[in-house]
């Protein structure tokens, strides 16, 4: 049960994926787990066990702050992830140009070269993010600010709505000002974000995977900052003040 948890502790895979790969012949032989009740009976004897003298018995060191030197042992597996296809993160990126590049037109003309917001898009792409990255992150923004749904707007509405803005083709007059893309909502929803790549390719984010290690697993087995198709410069990195055709 100890080593199961574990590896459910620490594997993307969803339940069901997860437990098919359970390779059981090699994990029956060392499989003695035992009731606790029938464990406490067997080795530990009644006057040791007694809650008096567990009582009275004061923590080990409770002040002292307990360190980890537990290394990372298990050596890093730079193949593809287990759901990845090449093929389909293709199209995936092409599908978010298609639809970001219609659905924030003139919003996206607009904050490529503010001088407010410049310097993080600036980071974002030094960082090794791929346009449709970038720009999915800012469609999540402004989709949550058009949106405004209530708190307790059901999950498969909200999904609906948003759908619809994506199919929205935005107009000069629907373009969101540069200012509402500040840097906090930037920085949460580029986390956002990670989860989200994580549910489009049908994995569990395990929870003792933080966002840092998240990343890593995404760039090195899901190709996160390798996969792109050819498209517009809407950014213009080459030229910061040449200008976007709307």
């Not at 066990?49 to 050596?75: I, K, N, T």
């Not at 580029?190 to 890593?216: M, N, R």
């Amino acid at each position: 049960m100890v080593f199961a948890a574990v590896l459910r502790a620490i594997s993307v895979l969803e339940d069901e994926a997860l437990t098919t790969q359970f390779d059981r012949s090699v994990l029956e032989p060392i499989f003695v787990g035992r009731p606790y009740a029938e464990l406490f009976r067997e080795f530990v004897p009644q006057d040791l066990f007694a809650e008096s003298f567990r009582q009275s018995v004061a923590p080990l060191d409770p002040e002292r702050p307990f360190v980890s030197r537990a290394g990372r042992r298990v050596q890093w597996f730079d193949g593809s992830g287990p759901t990845f296809e090449f093929e389909r993160a293709l199209g995936d990126a092409q599908n978010r140009y298609d639809k970001v590049l219609a659905s924030l037109r003139y919003t996206i003309s607009d904050i490529a070269h503010d001088p407010g917001i410049r310097p993080r898009l600036l980071e974002m792409h030094k960082r090794g993010m791929k346009d449709w990255e970038i720009l999915s992150i800012l469609s999540n923004i402004a989709m949550g600010i058009r949106l405004d749904a209530p708190e307790d707007l059901p999950l498969e509405e909200l999904r609906s709505r948003g759908m619809a803005l994506l199919d929205k083709v935005e107009t000069e007059a629907d373009a969101l000002p540069p200012a509402v893309f500040t840097d906090e909502l930037l920085s949460a929803h580029a986390k956002v974000y990670l989860g989200a790549f994580f549910s489009s390719w049908q994995l569990h984010w395990p929870p003792s995977v933080d966002y840092e290690g998240a990343e890593k697993f995404l760039i090195s087995r899901f190709r996160l900052r390798d996969v792109d198709v050819p498209h517009q410069d809407v950014f213009g990195w080459d030229q910061d003040d040449a200008p976007l055709d709307p």
